[in-house]
Structure formats: C-alpha cells, structure tokens
C-alpha cells in the first residue's frame, strides 16, 4: 500500500508542476468570477413582488398545456408537479431563487461541473499516453512495482484532481457569491417533491447533491478518455473522442429516446437526477437499473486499460 502512495504522490507532482495546471485552476477561477460579476451588475433581476405574477401565470400555462397535450404522461407528472411546487411558494410565501442571490449564483456554478470535466479530460488524455510519448514510461516498469499498481495510481490521481476541482468550484462559487449577493436569501429553503407532497429540504444540501449527481457524469467521461488514452497511447485522440462523446453523446441519446434499447446506452444513464425528478429518459428505466449499467461500463473500461496496460509491450 505504501508503494500506492508514493505512486500517486509521484503523479500528483507530474501534474502540479505543469504550468498548464494552474492556467486550467486560474481559469475556473475566472470564469465563475466573470459570471457572478456580470449577474450581478449586468444581468440583476428586479427585486420586487412580481415573482407571484409569474407564478400564477406560469400554472396557468402549464394547466393549459395539460388539457392540450393529456396523452403526454411523463410530461403531465412533471407539469403536476411543478404547479404544486408553485402554489406551495404562493401560500407560503416563498419566493424562487434567482440568480444574483447567493443560494442561486451557486446553482447556477453546478453547470461550470462541464469545464471541470473538460479539464479532466485533459489529464486524464495525457497521463498514461504521455508517458510512452516521452518514453518515460520505462523509468516506470523498470521499478519493482506491478503494472496494475502504475495504472491504478494514474487512474485514483485523475479521479483525486476532479475532486479537487470540484471543491475548488464549491468553495469558488460560495465565496464570490457571498461577496457580490451577500447572505440576506440564503434561509430560503430548497423545495421538492417526494412522496407526492412538497417538503422543505436545506438549500446548501441541495446544491452539494447537484454536484453529486453531475460528477457521476464527470467519472463516466473521464473513465472513457483514460481509456483511450491507455488503449491506444495518444492524448490529443483521448480527448478529442472524449469532447464529442460528453457534447453530443446526451443529446444523440434524446434523440433515440423513442427506442426502447436506448436505455442500454452509457449517456442514457449517467444523469441520476431524472430519477429525483420523476421523469426517467425512457419508460421502465430504474435508479438501480441505471447504477447496474453505470458499473457494467465501468468495469469494462477498467478492464480494458489493465488488460492492455499488462500487455504492452515498451520499446528500450
């Protein structure tokens, strides 16, 4: 186990000594600065009363598209779902988080998860093919450890800078958030709906669970572009692949969401958070359904970096 660490330690210093480390740090920094700059001196809602307007006006057009459209069930208890969640915000006078308010800012930050995957990727891409691009994959095999452990170090080093990334974009967002919308909203709880009523849940426990269920995504991916790194030894392949796959993989699947084998596919199951909404992609579809498919295309491409890995050969 010992040698596991010292392993990863070794890689974690590849990687934080690269200028373009840091340049993909200062830029997540940036952009969550930037955003929260412009939403809240450029993009500033209106701090009035008419939030209940849009309400009822909002229920009233969801109503309306549920008369036009009743054959639509998954839609339909959404829709069902939403009206009560507003006419639970009317009585209790609740208003709906908005952009430049702290809880809000850092809802919004959970989409920045895509720019941490794409720097990932990155790492992930160049980890295991840079390696045998430089030729300093031999000063590894020539040390006395299993090519398993190599890889296995390379891989928990990739997941342990997502995470960092990760908590560097939820610390990011909360501190500019407080900075610029300051804490006057934050004890406006988080609404959901389970069990078919409307219960208050804590808001920072919510935004935490966003990025929960968006760093399942986060893994797949860059499971895939370490694979492909491995497999076939060139990162700008690994990443390229990899992009396309994360841009146009969910939207592809949407897309077939009419067939019913669909549901096999990886994209198909890597937003776990349609489960929490109660509109799965594809009817039928489970939360264990979803987790069972998830390890079954992790397993494979795990195996398949070993199974490759172990075999390689390495010309002196």
């Not at 009317?90 to 995957?117: E, K």
């Not at 610390?171 to 078919?196: D, H, K, Q, V």
């Not at 077939?256 to 509109?279: C, E, I, P, S």
Request: charged share 15%; hydrophobic share 50%.
């Amino acid at each position: 186990m010992s040698q596991l660490f010292r392993l990863i330690k070794n890689e974690h210093i590849k990687i934080y000594k690269r200028l373009g480390t840091w340049i993909m740090v200062g830029l997540l920094l940036g952009v969550i600065l930037l955003v929260g700059m412009m939403t809240r001196f450029v993009f500033a809602t209106d701090d009035s009363e008419e939030w209940r307007t849009q309400l009822i006006t909002e229920n009233q057009q969801f109503e309306e598209s549920m008369n036009d459209h009743p054959a639509m069930m998954a839609g339909t208890q959404y829709v069902k779902q939403q009206i009560e969640l507003n006419e639970y915000r009317l009585t209790h006078d609740l208003a709906p988080q908005v952009s430049d308010s702290l809880w809000g800012f850092m809802i919004d930050a959970t989409t920045f998860s895509a720019v941490v995957s794409l720097f990932t990727i990155v790492i992930a891409a160049g980890i295991v093919a840079n390696e045998f691009s430089t030729g300093t994959i031999k000063l590894l095999l020539i040390r006395p450890v299993s090519r398993a452990r190599i890889l296995l170090s390379k891989y928990v080093t990739t997941l342990l800078f997502a995470l960092f990334m990760l908590l560097l974009l939820f610390s990011a967002s909360y501190l500019i958030g407080l900075t610029l919308f300051g804490y006057s909203s934050a004890e406006i709880p988080y609404l959901a709906y389970r069990n078919g009523e409307v219960v208050e849940e804590n808001m920072l426990l919510h935004i935490i669970r966003l990025l929960g269920f968006r760093s399942v995504d986060l893994i797949m991916v860059v499971t895939v572009a370490f694979t492909i790194s491995t497999v076939f030894r060139s990162s700008s392949l690994a990443i390229g692949l990899s992009l396309f796959l994360m841009f146009t993989g969910p939207q592809i699947v949407q897309l077939l969401a009419q067939y019913d084998w669909v549901k096999y596919v990886l994209f198909a199951n890597t937003d776990l958070q349609q489960y929490v909404n109660g509109t799965p992609l594809v009817e039928g579809m489970s939360l264990s359904f979803s987790i069972t498919i998830l390890c079954l295309y992790f397993i494979f491409l795990i195996m398949t970096s070993w199974a490759i890995f172990k075999r390689r050969d390495v010309a002196v």
